[in-house]
């Protein structure tokens, strides 16, 4: 047990109040469980209250992209756009907390430092960077999929002179660039919404590219009233179709239910073009199999490099911008105006194939051919994806090991993507191993919560002490997940989803493709009493029956 005296017990420690946090802390705290929250943030948001850079915006559309679990809350909130910009979901997280009353359970400013699992009494104890020690019975990680912000170690990077950003860490404070000579490195999602945004305010802006990535037109607008109240009339079946997707949204974008290679060329393109128009994943979601199918895969790409082609003036900037990796293994981007960008004579691209970068220096970055002046750099670098934001805080599961030392070589072993064997009742919310980043995820946080909340009652029901996932069943499902992503195209390139974009991280595809399977697997465990998990019955502590 750790020495340190107990600032406060409680049943169950959240860390994040993200979408995932808050909801776990209303559904334990309503369920009767004392909760204490913990965020590093000021206040809540997660994800949300972090990357404010310009031109942050949900890819998921704002009727799907909420909660569901409160009919009122979901008739009564309304979106004004397609997609929300990130200061109307902070606006929302923040309605909800109010709503719900849960800022009470929050302790904010504060990180879990470490955590470590107290074999005698089965309880977890919590460290926290304002000082306390907290003990607990149940701990459940909400830190987020994309929290852990990744700054390339480039060669000087900590001399740069200028202004530094994270797009992941951005500012509450707006800086201000206007006029300024902007960099931005990295050009996957993050990079595709704030290039624009830069490129209106900065005085020049240079774009450094790694992997040149494909974007597909948001289309955003103003909601659509007349949606907006069809969906609202019929809110339980919107959400139930959506469910049955695979990537659990997406359900009134789908424009057909066939094979693209089982249409004739003509069909396809015109149905592509219908998606083009429509927006957003409806190009993805045009034919079943352009992620399984490579050669389907190829066509698409093709089409879609086709429009990068014409809306970019210069031919040799645009064939720069052509990606080569099939579409979709890296998270496609929705972009409002991203290519066109890129006709302005005040933003220029760096491809880092022809010209990498050798260093930072205090004046800007220096490439193979020159140094870049600058006044800024961006980091669009992304994010240890999906484990980083776990594995960077000490928690010590049976005999003292680390989570980083668990997940070290074989990347991360996980039951379900919930919990991890040698961890007893912790849990992950959206955790590597579940469908989570290839998801709408606030419905898969929602379907995490719920479940979670049902084993803690059925702990509690039945006296159990402790639930653990066993080695054999998370051995089995780390390998059940890479095989299921073995029939996509998705293990093709070199993606976050593979860990890839972090040096030395194990290759291992993380997040389970197919919701609605997952979600029956969840429930047949649950059903069979919890199994592949080991539940330990309470033992006697002292005297006192834990
Ligand atoms: P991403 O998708 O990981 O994109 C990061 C970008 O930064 C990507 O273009 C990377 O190129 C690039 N990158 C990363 N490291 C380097 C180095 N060392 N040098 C140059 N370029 C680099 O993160 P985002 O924040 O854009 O999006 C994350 C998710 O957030 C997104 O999918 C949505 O779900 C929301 P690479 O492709 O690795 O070659």
Redesign the pocket.
Known sequence: MDTHAIDADADAVVVGAGFGGLYMVHKLAGDGLSVIGIEAGRDVGGTWFW?RYPGARC?VESLEYSYSFDAQLQQEWHWTERYAAQPEILDYINHVADRFGLRRHYRFDTRVLGATWDEPTSTWTVRTSGGATLRCTYLIMATGV?SAT?I?D?PGRDTFGGTVLH??AWPEQEPDLAGKRVAV????????QVIPQLAERAGELVV????A?YAVPARNRPIDLGFEAEVKAGYDAFRERNRQMWPAYGAHLQLTREASLAVDPAQRRAVWEQAWELGGFAFMLSFTDLLTDMEANDAAADFARERIRETVTDPDVAQRLLPRQPIGC??L?LDTGYYETFNRPDVRLVP?DEEP?VAIEPNGIRTANELVELDAIVY????D?MTGALTRIDVRGRGGVTLAERWGADGPVNYLGLAVPGFPNLFTITGPGSPS?LTNVVVAIEQHVEWIARCIGHLRAHGAASIEASEAAAHAWVARVNRIADNFIFPSC???YLG??IPGKPRVFMPMPGFPAYVKTCERVAAEGYSGFELAAAASVGGVER
């Open positions: 990357n890819d994309l990744n390339p480039i797009t992941g490195i990295g050009t996957g999602s993050s990079g595709v450094f590219q790694r992997t990535t890296k998270r981007c880092l970068i669009a670098t992304g994010f994806a980043v070199n993606s976050w890839a974009n």
